[in-house]
């Protein structure tokens, strides 16, 4: 089960079936799943970025911002953004009444940000903007990543 095969799964996502299996991914697939995506996210700034420096002949000066600095940049608040989308997942299981742990819903937003991170970074390679686009990307996040967590079971009552 390597990158693409927790692709694959994620696209499935919020399919109750992928969702299990997303759960008995490997930790080593999940992490290089992450960098793949945080990847994907760095990809269209980070080649417009090195074409900048390049056409300026600055990149020999450059060179440690662009390919250190930034990439590491994004890593940080990627790994900032999915721990507070997370957090949404808390609230939202404590809605429901949902039988999660953080660890599995961090995981889950991570799996469940495969379609936004995808579709930013088309249109972002090919300069297509639009006013809201980051909200109706939140929204299919949203939709998404509570599908994912209402394939789980509610927890059971306290007698």
Excluded: C
Aim: proline content about 4%.
């Amino acid at each position: 089960m390597g990158i693409l095969h927790v692709l694959k799964l994620s696209l499935a996502a919020p399919s109750r079936r992928a969702v299990f299996q997303l759960n008995r991914v490997k930790t080593k697939h999940f992490f290089g799943y992450i960098l793949f995506l945080l990847l994907l996210i760095f990809l269209p700034n980070g080649i417009q970025l090195i074409a900048d420096s390049v056409s300026r002949g600055r990149f020999a000066q450059e060179y440690l911002i662009i390919l250190i600095l930034y990439p590491s940049l994004v890593i940080l608040f990627g790994i900032l953004a999915i721990s507070f989308l997370a957090s949404l997942g808390l609230l939202f299981r404590w809605l429901t009444g949902r039988k999660l742990v953080y660890p599995l819903l961090w995981r889950m937003t991570v799996y469940a940000l495969t379609y936004p991170v995808i579709i930013f970074t088309i249109l972002e390679l090919f300069d297509i903007t639009f006013p809201y686009m980051g909200l109706l990307l939140l929204i299919l996040f949203i939709v998404i990543y509570f599908g994912m967590i209402l394939a789980y079971p509610k927890a059971r009552k306290k007698s």
